[in-house]
């Protein structure tokens, strides 16, 4: 039997790493986007996909996705995202806001319409992508890193809410991944070299290593796993001690 995805912000980067993944492994995928180019491009690519073009804040426009999918999706994931750089003292309201619309708010009206029909039909799984910023802020990363941690918020209180209806909540937490947002920091090479030395597995990731990650947590090995925030990060959220001289 068929299963149905729809993958938020998968015109690009992790988000169409994704929506690659579940294609290959015979879903059928919403490639879901606010960029109507993008999300075409990524889904004519792909076999049986459907390109749906909506601001995932917009609940109307949200709903309106769901509805042209066609089928109630078996998993859904959001992966969409912004960020804006920048000191939180030097931050513009209007920058905060912006992060908090698309990231945190975005997540809930997808989420919520996915519960909704999930939870008519008994049985699905959401998979929200979060960040190891959720769990160690970095400097100048804005609203970013606010975001992300109650985004792993809502994914527990999503897991405990939805689950006695069969659907499952759990979420991703990429580390250094070599895609997306996070391109134009690694076209340094010093950058580059700098990061991949404080991972204790001595790489960057890449988008496959996150998708690999959803489809794992969405395989019949992951059933009994709600709630949950899986770290791919290749250890560098537990390396503090490493990186400093002992006495």
Same mark, same amino acid.
Do not use: W
């Given at each position: ?103 945190? $708010? ?12 999930? $939870? ?33 918020? $809502? ?93």
């Amino acid at each position: 039997m068929t299963r149905h995805a729809i993958v938020t912000g998968a015109g690009h980067g992790i988000g169409a790493a994704i929506a690659r993944r579940l294609a290959a492994a015979g879903y059928r995928v919403g490639v879901f986007d606010i960029d109507p180019a993008r999300t075409a491009a990524i889904a004519v690519a792909l076999p049986d996909a459907v390109a749906l073009t909506a601001d995932v804040a917009d609940e109307d426009q949200v709903r309106a996705a769901f509805d042209a999918f066609g089928a109630t999706p078996d998993l859904v994931v959001n992966n969409a995202g912004i960020v804006r750089f920048g000191a939180l003292v030097d931050q513009s309201v209007a920058d905060f806001a912006a992060t908090v619309r698309v990231n945190l $708010l975005g997540c809930y009206v997808v989420s919520r319409e996915a519960a909704r029909r999930m $939870l008519s039909r008994g049985a699905g799984h959401i998979v929200n992508i979060t960040s190891i910023n959720s769990r160690t802020p970095g400097p100048g990363a804005g609203a970013y890193p606010a975001t992300k941690a109650a985004i792993a918020q $809502l994914t527990r209180q999503m897991a405990i809410e939805c689950g006695p209806g069969g659907v499952r909540v759990n979420a991703i937490s990429p580390g250094f991944i070599d895609a997306g947002m996070s391109e134009p920091i690694y076209q340094d090479p010093q950058t580059r070299a700098s990061r991949a030395a404080g991972v204790p597995l001595k790489r960057l990731g890449t988008a496959d290593d996150i998708a690999s990650a959803v489809l794992y947590l969405d395989s019949d090995n992951a059933t009994y796993i709600n709630g949950h925030e899986l770290v791919v990060d290749g250890g560098v959220v537990h390396s503090l001690l490493a990186q400093l001289p002992r006495i």
